[in-house]
């Protein structure tokens, strides 16, 4: 199972301006050439974002995009939840067939889309960008 390319590519933008001093932002385009991503789809993604209150922009010379929350205080479940609406499930337990060993399987995989999820809650912006920075301050911009 896999995460949907929205949410990658979210995750890549957001972790990036994580990085950034707080008196710093970057346009689209410099966001898309930095995280590999495509530009309109970029520009979609941030859309949704901005309206959820994680980015905040600004237009013209020295414009571009932000955290509009510290790094800290981002869980990548939010950003995940931003774009996608919910979180990773693995199966859907009201459809699934009644067989010998069924309740075994969706309790196996219920638990691990539980322990996933809770690691996607548990982890920052911060704690992503944390081994890529060292001791440089993580950004946050009003």
């Given at each position: 199972m896999q995460i949907s390319k929205k949410a990658d590519y979210a995750l890549r933008a957001m972790a990036i301006l994580a990085t950034l001093p707080p008196d710093r932002s970057l346009q689209a385009q410099e966001?898309?050439?930095?995280?590999?991503?495509?530009?309109?789809?970029?520009e979609q993604i941030l859309l949704?974002?901005?309206?959820?209150?994680?980015?905040?922009?600004?237009?013209?010379?020295?414009?571009?995009?932000?955290?509009?929350?510290?790094?800290?205080?981002?869980?990548?479940?939010?950003?995940?939840?931003?774009?996608?609406?919910?979180?990773?499930?693995?199966?859907e337990k009201k459809s699934y067939p009644d067989f010998p060993g069924a309740a075994g399987i969706l309790r196996c995989l219920a638990e691990a889309g539980e322990a996933t999820n809770r690691r996607l809650r548990e982890t920052s912006l911060e704690d992503l960008i944390r081994p890529d920075t060292g001791d440089a301050m993580v950004g946050y911009g009003i």
């Open positions: 966001l898309a050439d930095t995280g590999k991503i495509p530009i309109k789809f970029l949704v974002l901005k309206r959820g209150g994680f980015l905040r922009s600004k237009r013209g010379v020295g414009g571009g995009y932000r955290l509009g929350r510290e790094a800290r205080l981002i869980s990548v479940a939010e950003v995940v939840e931003a774009v996608d609406g919910e979180l990773l499930q693995f199966l």
